[in-house]
């Protein structure tokens, strides 16, 4: 086919055109600098915790530079010293990347007048609420013992101390903790001074002071927006900021902007230990609340739970001045709304339970109870990975991904797939991740006002029935009573069962005496219609090594009978000593195992068993018998008669 003229100057024209179009998208990247380059991967964002239909919380009002001074300001001032007023001049960004970040002095109105240490002349760069990626990063680059496991997770080491340190735990006592807090026997709350305080407070501040870096963690508890509490993190590690973004709740970019001041301040410098000659320190290691400073100070551990519980510790003083309960529980919710809380210790089944695919997840840990509901004050969960299996917990197992965080673990060099049932470094293996990873999990994590209350204990003595239906004074005992037992192997040198107590299931956290939860959790059951019922998932039989320990499949379809209200129904019959309502039948349990005491051969063992667990059960319970609420209201008599009678 011969061309016409036209289509030659046509093809020529379009051939020339394209040519120079090439030249020029050509000339366009290779003007471009590399750095250039890498400025158009990033888009700017901030880590949130998805809200299913919340707006932001507020509108813009200033400039993005008068935002940005005040950030500058606020987070100096969380870093200042007791021999200056200011904190060091503190810039936004990594060191490592000094051409991308402007260095920003903080300005100050304040002229120090004495004692200016060397770390108010220096700059300290602030990483301020990374996201997961960014603190990989950071953790992997900086901080020796972090790998990246097959599943995704961050592998990390918490150092030498692999758990909490409750005999280091200390709580400053003015004169208003004095008549609120709960002191002396019994309690979990080993004071301190003021003074003493500061003092570890100057160590702990100085010394992220001293850092080129430090990693801020802006965020909330609670989800319920009325009564959220603002917290903020000031650690030295990456695997600290990455553990509480994702226990903590995440705020949206709206709701990070406007931040402001906390409510509440850690300071975490747990790489650097207290003066063990220092008033009241027994021990390198001191973990330091002072409710007046609105302040928890870090020193001698690197153990990531300090700052979870230390917070928690935190909301059962608030809450309660708030009249909302503070509660150490599980918590879900069935399709129609039908609201459980689980109590429970260690080893009682609590995550097992309240972790049920048929039910909404609230919360696996920490809740508030308050006239709008229940609520879950955390934004994460916090699970043991000790000889975890994806068939017996496909939930925690496919939670442990990226962006969550694994503590401890063992894992194989090359291919980095971890042993979870390896305890070379600890039994209490732990990954930390958001609460959202979890398939059924409610978002928000709030609920309706519960339906039921279950207490969990795991009865190692075998006299205990599966199910117990509770009045008030008796959920009111066993909640401050807090049981369960250990069995031979849990611990060196228990060689058959050993009666653990826990006031409200928790002991180490509360702040107050347990009466006074106890009061509250019975005021709220009674207004709302809460049933209360008493679950042993131990044995049955005999006791722990003679006996069988319950089926996981029983206790389900016991929780199942409570969940669907046809155990409030069933017909009920009294057991000796503890006089607990035990059902006659429960649909899928075989009815000879509901009354204890049907599953012993030998009778009179049985009998004798039961006055022991009895005599403990009072022992317990001796150093709450003249505890006054309030000025001149005693442990009411209808309590104790609620617990062992004989």
């Avoid at 020339?16 to 590399?34: A, G, Y």
Wanted: proline share 5%; net charge neutral.
């Amino acid at each position: 086919m011969v061309e016409t003229s036209f289509q030659i100057i046509f093809r020529i024209f379009t051939f020339f055109f394209s040519e120079k179009k090439c030249r020029q998208m050509e000339n366009s990247v290779s003007e471009r600098t590399l750095d250039e380059l890498h400025s158009l991967q990033k888009k700017k964002s901030a880590p949130t915790t998805p809200i299913k239909g919340a707006a932001g919380a507020f509108a813009a009002t200033i400039t993005e530079e008068e935002r940005h001074k005040q950030q500058l300001q606020s987070i100096s001032a969380s870093l200042a010293s007791l021999t200056r007023e200011t904190g060091p001049k503190v810039v936004k960004g990594d060191p490592t990347k000094k051409a991308e970040t402007p260095r920003v002095s903080h300005v100050t109105h304040h002229t120090p007048t004495f004692g200016i240490s060397d770390s108010a002349l220096k700059f300290t760069h602030f990483l301020y609420n990374l996201s997961p990626a960014e603190l990989y990063e950071q953790a992997i680059k900086y901080e020796k013992g972090s790998f990246i496991a097959s599943s995704g997770a961050l592998a990390t080491l918490s150092g030498a101390k692999t758990g909490r340190s409750p005999r280091d735990k200390r709580v400053v006592k003015d004169e208003t903790t004095e008549d609120e807090l709960w002191w002396g026997k019994g309690s979990p709350n080993i004071e301190m001074d003021e003074h003493t305080f500061l003092v570890n407070r100057e160590r702990a501040v100085d010394y992220l002071c001293s850092l080129e870096k430090v990693y801020v963690n802006d965020q909330f508890l609670n989800w319920d927006p009325e009564h959220r509490v603002k917290v903020r993190i000031v650690s030295a590690r990456a695997y600290h900021s990455l553990f509480m973004h994702n226990m903590c709740i995440r705020p949206t970019p709206d709701e990070l902007e406007n931040f402001g001041t906390p409510d509440f301040t850690i300071y975490n410098a747990g790489q650097f230990p207290c003066n063990r000659y220092t008033h009241y320190m027994t021990s390198s290691t001191s973990i330091d609340m002072n409710l007046a400073r609105k302040e928890m100070v870090i020193l001698g551990t690197q153990y990531a739970g300090e700052m979870k519980k230390g917070l928690f510790s935190l909301m059962h003083y608030l809450m309660p001045k708030r009249q909302i309960l503070s509660l150490h529980s599980g918590c879900n919710m069935g399709k129609d709304g039908d609201v459980a809380l689980f109590f429970g210790l260690s080893g009682t089944g609590k995550t097992t339970l309240s972790t049920d695919h048929n039910r909404y997840l609230i919360g696996d840990d920490e809740h508030c109870w308050s006239e709008n509901g229940v609520s879950n004050i955390e934004g994460g969960c916090y699970a043991k990975c000790i000889d975890l299996s994806r068939e017996k917990e496909p939930d925690i197992w496919n939670a442990i991904k990226f962006g969550t965080v694994v503590e401890n673990v063992v894992f194989d060099e090359h291919t980095r797939e971890i042993d979870y049932s390896d305890k070379s470094v600890t039994e209490n293996t732990r990954a930390a991740y958001p609460i959202e990873y979890i398939p059924n999990a409610k978002i928000p994590c709030v609920g309706p006002h519960p339906k039921n209350v279950i207490l969990l204990a795991c009865d190692a003595f075998g006299v205990l029935p599966p199910v117990s239906k509770l009045s008030l004074p008796q959920t009111m005992y066993h909640f401050i009573s807090g049981y369960t037992a250990l069995v031979a192997g849990t611990e060196d040198g228990i060689k058959e069962p050993t009666a653990t107590f826990s006031a409200c299931f928790g002991a180490a956290f509360i702040m107050l005496h347990p009466t006074k939860y106890a009061a509250m959790l019975a005021e709220k059951m009674e207004k709302h219609g809460a049933a209360g019922w008493l679950v042993n998932t131990g044995w049955s039989g005999g006791r722990y090594g003679l006996g069988s320990r319950i089926k996981l499949a029983y206790t389900r379809k016991i929780i199942d009978a409570i969940h669907s209200g046809v155990l409030l129904e069933a017909n009920y019959t009294k057991t000796e000593v503890f006089g607990l309502e035990i059902p006659t039948e429960i649909e899928g349990v075989p009815s000879e195992i509901l009354d204890p005491v049907n599953t012993w051969a030998d009778k009179k063992a049985y009998e004798n068993t039961l006055l022991k667990l009895g005599g403990l059960f009072k022992k317990n319970f001796e150093v709450f018998l003249n505890y006054k609420i309030g000025a001149d209201k005693q442990l009411t008599e209808e309590i104790l008669a609620a617990g062992p009678n004989f």
